[in-house]
T-cell receptor, first 113, second 112 residues
Framework: DQQVKQNSPSLSVQEGRISILNCDYT??????FLWYKKYPAEGPTFLIS?????DKNEDGRFTVFLNKSAKHLSLHIVPSQPGDSAVYFC????????????FGKGTKLSVKP | KAGVTQTPRYLIKTRGQQVTLSCSPI?????VSWYQQTPGQGLQFLFE???????NKGNFPGRFSGRQFSNSRSEMNVSTLELGDSALYLC???????????FGAGSRLTVL
Protein backbone atom coordinates (compact mmCIF):
# COMPACT_ATOMS: atom_id res chain seq x y z
CA ASP A 1 0.00 0.00 0.00
CA GLN A 2 1.53 3.27 -1.14
CA GLN A 3 1.69 5.80 1.66
CA VAL A 4 2.94 8.60 -0.61
CA LYS A 5 1.40 9.01 -4.03
CA GLN A 6 2.28 11.17 -6.98
CA ASN A 7 -0.57 10.53 -9.35
CA SER A 8 0.86 12.36 -12.35
CA PRO A 9 3.78 10.45 -13.89
CA SER A 10 4.58 13.39 -16.14
CA LEU A 11 3.93 17.10 -16.57
CA SER A 12 4.80 19.42 -19.43
CA VAL A 13 4.84 23.22 -19.08
CA GLN A 14 6.05 26.17 -21.09
CA GLU A 15 9.10 28.10 -19.99
CA GLY A 16 8.12 31.05 -17.80
CA ARG A 17 4.85 29.49 -16.68
CA ILE A 18 4.06 27.92 -13.31
CA SER A 19 4.71 24.22 -12.68
CA ILE A 20 2.56 22.57 -10.01
CA LEU A 21 3.50 19.11 -8.83
CA ASN A 22 1.16 17.30 -6.49
CA CYS A 23 1.57 14.68 -3.81
CA ASP A 24 -0.91 12.88 -1.56
CA TYR A 25 -0.20 10.84 1.55
CA THR A 26 -2.19 8.50 3.72
CA UNK A 27 -0.26 8.27 6.98
CA UNK A 28 -1.34 11.00 9.39
CA UNK A 29 1.79 10.36 11.46
CA UNK A 30 4.01 11.96 8.83
CA UNK A 31 5.36 15.21 10.23
CA UNK A 32 7.99 16.24 7.72
CA PHE A 33 7.80 16.44 3.96
CA LEU A 34 10.50 16.92 1.35
CA TRP A 35 10.87 17.39 -2.38
CA TYR A 36 13.83 16.02 -4.26
CA LYS A 37 14.82 16.58 -7.87
CA LYS A 38 16.60 13.92 -9.89
CA TYR A 39 18.45 14.22 -13.18
CA PRO A 40 19.38 11.08 -15.16
CA ALA A 41 22.53 9.33 -13.94
CA GLU A 42 22.57 11.43 -10.76
CA GLY A 43 21.26 10.89 -7.27
CA PRO A 44 18.24 12.81 -5.95
CA THR A 45 19.04 16.36 -4.88
CA PHE A 46 17.19 17.97 -1.99
CA LEU A 47 15.04 20.88 -3.10
CA ILE A 48 12.78 22.10 -0.31
CA SER A 49 11.00 20.79 2.76
CA UNK A 50 8.17 21.63 5.12
CA UNK A 51 7.30 20.67 8.65
CA UNK A 52 3.76 19.65 9.48
CA UNK A 53 3.43 22.69 11.76
CA UNK A 54 3.57 24.96 8.73
CA ASP A 55 1.40 25.26 5.65
CA LYS A 56 3.84 27.00 3.35
CA ASN A 57 7.56 27.23 2.79
CA GLU A 58 9.23 29.32 0.13
CA ASP A 59 12.74 29.28 -1.31
CA GLY A 60 13.30 31.44 -4.34
CA ARG A 61 11.28 30.11 -7.25
CA PHE A 62 10.13 27.08 -5.24
CA THR A 63 7.20 27.03 -2.83
CA VAL A 64 5.76 24.01 -1.07
CA PHE A 65 2.21 24.06 0.27
CA LEU A 66 0.88 21.60 2.83
CA ASN A 67 -2.80 20.89 3.42
CA LYS A 68 -2.90 18.53 6.39
CA SER A 69 -6.65 18.08 6.43
CA ALA A 70 -6.54 16.89 2.82
CA LYS A 71 -3.22 15.05 3.32
CA HIS A 72 -1.94 16.85 0.26
CA LEU A 73 1.14 18.82 -0.61
CA SER A 74 2.19 20.60 -3.74
CA LEU A 75 5.35 22.11 -5.16
CA HIS A 76 5.07 25.30 -7.18
CA ILE A 77 7.88 26.42 -9.46
CA VAL A 78 7.57 29.98 -10.73
CA PRO A 79 8.78 30.80 -13.30
CA SER A 80 9.66 27.43 -14.76
CA GLN A 81 12.96 27.13 -16.62
CA PRO A 82 14.22 24.46 -19.03
CA GLY A 83 16.87 23.49 -16.45
CA ASP A 84 14.03 22.47 -14.12
CA SER A 85 13.28 19.51 -16.39
CA ALA A 86 13.85 16.49 -14.16
CA VAL A 87 12.00 13.88 -12.12
CA TYR A 88 10.58 15.29 -8.88
CA PHE A 89 10.05 13.04 -5.89
CA CYS A 90 7.87 13.82 -2.92
CA UNK A 91 8.97 12.19 0.35
CA UNK A 92 7.61 12.02 3.88
CA UNK A 93 8.95 11.00 7.24
CA UNK A 94 8.00 10.53 10.85
CA UNK A 95 10.10 12.10 13.60
CA UNK A 96 12.79 9.65 14.64
CA UNK A 97 12.40 7.50 11.57
CA UNK A 98 16.17 7.11 11.32
CA UNK A 99 16.86 7.60 7.65
CA UNK A 100 13.59 6.13 6.45
CA UNK A 101 11.99 8.49 3.97
CA UNK A 102 8.85 7.25 2.22
CA PHE A 103 9.00 8.33 -1.41
CA GLY A 104 6.39 8.76 -4.09
CA LYS A 105 7.15 7.31 -7.50
CA GLY A 106 8.00 10.66 -9.01
CA THR A 107 6.70 13.10 -11.60
CA LYS A 108 8.74 13.82 -14.71
CA LEU A 109 8.63 17.54 -15.42
CA SER A 110 9.45 18.81 -18.91
CA VAL A 111 9.82 22.56 -19.35
CA LYS A 112 9.71 23.53 -23.00
CA PRO A 113 11.49 26.65 -24.28
CA LYS B 1 33.13 19.78 0.73
CA ALA B 2 32.97 16.38 -0.96
CA GLY B 3 29.55 14.85 -1.43
CA VAL B 4 28.43 11.28 -0.91
CA THR B 5 30.63 8.97 -2.94
CA GLN B 6 29.44 5.61 -4.17
CA THR B 7 31.50 2.94 -5.88
CA PRO B 8 31.30 1.29 -8.29
CA ARG B 9 28.99 3.39 -10.42
CA TYR B 10 28.05 0.57 -12.76
CA LEU B 11 28.37 -3.17 -12.51
CA ILE B 12 27.03 -6.27 -14.18
CA LYS B 13 26.58 -9.57 -12.37
CA THR B 14 24.93 -12.87 -13.14
CA ARG B 15 22.22 -14.63 -11.18
CA GLY B 16 23.48 -16.38 -8.08
CA GLN B 17 26.51 -14.14 -7.62
CA GLN B 18 26.92 -11.67 -4.83
CA VAL B 19 27.81 -7.99 -4.91
CA THR B 20 29.24 -5.44 -2.50
CA LEU B 21 28.61 -1.72 -2.91
CA SER B 22 30.49 0.99 -1.09
CA CYS B 23 29.49 4.40 0.22
CA SER B 24 31.55 7.21 1.71
CA PRO B 25 29.34 9.78 3.45
CA ILE B 26 29.86 13.51 3.67
CA UNK B 27 32.53 14.31 6.23
CA UNK B 28 30.86 14.69 9.62
CA UNK B 29 27.75 12.76 8.63
CA UNK B 30 27.49 9.65 10.75
CA UNK B 31 24.11 8.35 9.60
CA VAL B 32 24.09 6.38 6.35
CA SER B 33 20.97 5.06 4.64
CA TRP B 34 20.57 2.83 1.62
CA TYR B 35 17.76 2.85 -0.92
CA GLN B 36 16.84 0.76 -3.93
CA GLN B 37 15.34 2.51 -6.94
CA THR B 38 13.48 0.53 -9.59
CA PRO B 39 11.13 1.78 -12.31
CA GLY B 40 8.16 -0.05 -10.83
CA GLN B 41 8.65 0.57 -7.12
CA GLY B 42 10.40 3.92 -6.96
CA LEU B 43 12.81 4.53 -4.08
CA GLN B 44 12.52 2.01 -1.29
CA PHE B 45 14.35 2.13 2.03
CA LEU B 46 16.75 -0.73 2.69
CA PHE B 47 18.44 0.14 6.00
CA GLU B 48 20.12 2.83 8.05
CA UNK B 49 23.32 2.75 10.05
CA UNK B 50 24.68 4.99 12.76
CA UNK B 51 27.81 4.39 14.82
CA UNK B 52 28.32 1.00 13.17
CA UNK B 53 24.85 -0.14 14.27
CA UNK B 54 21.86 -0.86 12.08
CA UNK B 55 19.07 1.19 13.59
CA ASN B 56 16.36 0.73 11.03
CA LYS B 57 15.54 -1.78 8.32
CA GLY B 58 13.12 -1.81 5.41
CA ASN B 59 11.10 -4.69 4.06
CA PHE B 60 13.76 -6.56 2.09
CA PRO B 61 14.85 -10.21 2.32
CA GLY B 62 17.87 -11.27 4.33
CA ARG B 63 19.95 -11.47 1.13
CA PHE B 64 20.35 -7.72 1.53
CA SER B 65 22.76 -6.78 4.27
CA GLY B 66 25.01 -3.93 5.20
CA ARG B 67 27.55 -2.67 7.63
CA GLN B 68 29.16 0.53 8.73
CA PHE B 69 32.75 1.09 9.70
CA SER B 70 34.20 3.29 12.42
CA ASN B 71 34.94 6.05 9.89
CA SER B 72 31.21 6.05 8.93
CA ARG B 73 31.86 4.50 5.54
CA SER B 74 29.27 1.88 4.71
CA GLU B 75 28.91 -1.15 2.50
CA MET B 76 25.90 -3.10 1.40
CA ASN B 77 25.93 -6.65 0.15
CA VAL B 78 23.42 -8.58 -1.89
CA SER B 79 23.90 -12.34 -1.99
CA THR B 80 22.44 -14.89 -4.39
CA LEU B 81 21.51 -12.23 -6.90
CA GLU B 82 18.18 -12.44 -8.71
CA LEU B 83 17.11 -10.72 -11.93
CA GLY B 84 14.78 -8.53 -9.89
CA ASP B 85 17.71 -7.08 -7.97
CA SER B 86 18.65 -5.05 -11.03
CA ALA B 87 18.28 -1.50 -9.80
CA LEU B 88 19.95 1.73 -8.88
CA TYR B 89 21.25 1.50 -5.32
CA LEU B 90 21.47 4.86 -3.61
CA CYS B 91 23.33 5.76 -0.49
CA UNK B 92 22.47 8.84 1.53
CA UNK B 93 24.08 10.45 4.54
CA UNK B 94 22.88 12.89 7.14
CA UNK B 95 23.69 14.44 10.47
CA UNK B 96 22.18 12.67 13.44
CA UNK B 97 18.51 13.49 13.76
CA UNK B 98 18.38 15.46 10.51
CA UNK B 99 15.41 14.99 8.23
CA UNK B 100 17.23 15.90 5.05
CA UNK B 101 19.29 13.18 3.40
CA UNK B 102 22.06 13.91 0.92
CA PHE B 103 22.27 11.26 -1.76
CA GLY B 104 25.14 9.93 -3.78
CA ALA B 105 24.94 9.32 -7.52
CA GLY B 106 24.16 5.65 -7.00
CA SER B 107 25.48 2.29 -8.14
CA ARG B 108 23.66 0.85 -11.15
CA LEU B 109 23.49 -2.94 -10.79
CA THR B 110 22.43 -5.12 -13.71
CA VAL B 111 21.82 -8.80 -13.06
CA LEU B 112 21.87 -11.07 -16.12
Amino acid sequence: DQQVKQNSPSLSVQEGRISILNCDYTNSMFDYFLWYKKYPAEGPTFLISISSIKDKNEDGRFTVFLNKSAKHLSLHIVPSQPGDSAVYFCAASVQGSQGNLIFGKGTKLSVKP
Amino acid sequence: KAGVTQTPRYLIKTRGQQVTLSCSPISGHRSVSWYQQTPGQGLQFLFEYFSETQRNKGNFPGRFSGRQFSNSRSEMNVSTLELGDSALYLCASSLLGANVLTFGAGSRLTVL
